[in-house]
């Protein structure tokens, strides 16, 4: 039906009414003091979020924006860095590292996987003559639907030494995670998966100890260069022009989040998704994270049946029940599906969602207990 699509992919993610009316509105002047009142607002807000003290830069760019930020501020050729990938998105951290002229070094972990925290401790142990400089990492890898333990991670490196830079992209207002008390370095994330604004903006937040290692780097880029973009922020202003009418939604999106408050918003999507996993099991499907301890409160991905294929599956919820869910990424492509439950997301989301999907696969032929997943699920919520 049109106007109907409901979005179940891991970003974007449905925005509230509220915000939509309010990015709908004329754009307003970006030197204006109007402007200036919004961003001085948004960047106070982002702090709560973000879970620090330190400033958080906004970049009108999508997520990957951010991952370049971070990386193109502190990196100079040669330097080495560590990287631990899970998947597509912890990857591209490797990638942007690698084309900044950096000595990468990869650990990986088998898709499905998280990190185990005893393999980065050896590797780092062995540093004794402490060359590696960066540690690069993701929280909430969207592409495998795993989460890795980024607190016990971010100790170890802090121990060491390194500078760590956390993709934080879909777990930053989903997933609990505390910059500061955590000792994360640099912290990203973007606009379109836990912000519950569409896609367009990126932001970056970087401990002091990364803005000494900036301090060193010889070539940053101009159009992310911390150096200015902070000083903006400092100035309830921006470096360019921005995406004006996505600042003024996110302004409301970060009164939601502060009136519903973040434990909250993170106790929300621990429910929502530990039940659509009750209910994806009830259902006789298999989830892909190998450890049900590492999966993730955001992205669930799921094995479909024997017999019946990814692309039916997404065709017939999207034709007949207007919800879009995501298909794997690279290798994973047809193997599972993915289902987001994060940002704006609601108990409600999740019944449709495992009450469409079970409809899905009754008229593919799958051969279940039609309304088992739903009754595990409406179980689980009311627990
Ligand atoms: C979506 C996403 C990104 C950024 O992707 P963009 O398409 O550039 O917005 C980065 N990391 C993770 C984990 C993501 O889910």
């Known amino acids: 039906m049109k106007d109907k699509t409901f979005l179940m992919i891991p970003g974007p993610t449905p925005v509230p009414e509220r915000v939509l009316l309010e990015i709908a509105k004329h754009p307003i002047g970006h030197r204006s003091s109007e402007f ?12 709560y979020v973000f879970q620090t003290k330190n400033d958080v830069i906004v970049y009108t760019a999508s997520g990957t924006g951010a991952m370049d930020a971070a990386l193109s501020n502190l990196i100079n ?4 860095v560590l990287s631990l990938v899970i998947g597509n998105f912890s990857r591209r951290l490797a990638k942007i590292a690698k084309g900044l002229g950096a000595d990468v070094e990869i650990i990986e972990a088998e898709a499905g996987n998280a990190i185990n925290p005893d393999i980065l401790k050896e590797r780092l142990d062995k540093d004794v003559n402490k060359e590696i400089k960066i540690v690069t990492l993701i929280q909430n890898e969207t592409s495998t639907g795993v989460t890795n333990d980024v607190k016990t991670l971010v100790s170890l490196i802090k121990e060491h030494g390194a500078l760590s830079v956390v993709d934080g992209v879909t777990s930053v207002g989903a997933i609990e995670c505390k910059m500061d008390d955590w000792g994360i370095d640099v912290l990203i994330t973007g606009s379109q998966k836990g912000l519950m604004i569409p896609p367009g903006l990126s932001f970056l937040a970087a401990s002091e100890k990364a803005w000494k290692v900036h301090e060193q780097c010889k070539h940053p880029d101009f159009y992310f260069n911390w150096t200015t973009n902070r000083k903006s922020v400092r100035e309830n202003s921006t470096a360019f022009t921005p995406a004006v009418n996505l600042f003024c939604g996110l302004k409301v999106a970060l009164e939601m989040m502060k009136e519903e408050g973040i434990e909250n918003i993170i106790a929300r999507h621990t429910k929502i998704a530990s039940a659509l996993r009750v209910a994806i099991k009830a259902l006789g499907l ?3 994270v190998t450890d049900e301890k590492y999966a993730s409160n955001s992205i669930t991905a799921i094995l479909p049946p024997e017999g019946i294929s990814v692309p039916d599956i997404r065709k017939v919820l999207k034709k007949d029940y207007d919800i879009e869910v995501a298909n794997g990424q690279n290798e994973l492509k047809d193997k599972i599906f993915r289902m987001g439950t994060l940002g704006y997301v609601s108990e409600r989301d999740v019944i449709t969602a495992v009450g469409a999907l079970e409809a899905a696969l009754y008229k593919l032929g799958y051969k279940f207990e039609l309304g088992a997943g739903i009754a595990a699920l409406i179980k689980e919520l009311n627990k």
Do not use: H
């Open 77 to 80: 050729e040669g330097d080495k």
């Open 36 to 47: 200036s009142k919004i961003l001085e607002s948004v960047y106070t807000d982002l702090k």
């Open 286 to 288: 298999k989830l892909f």
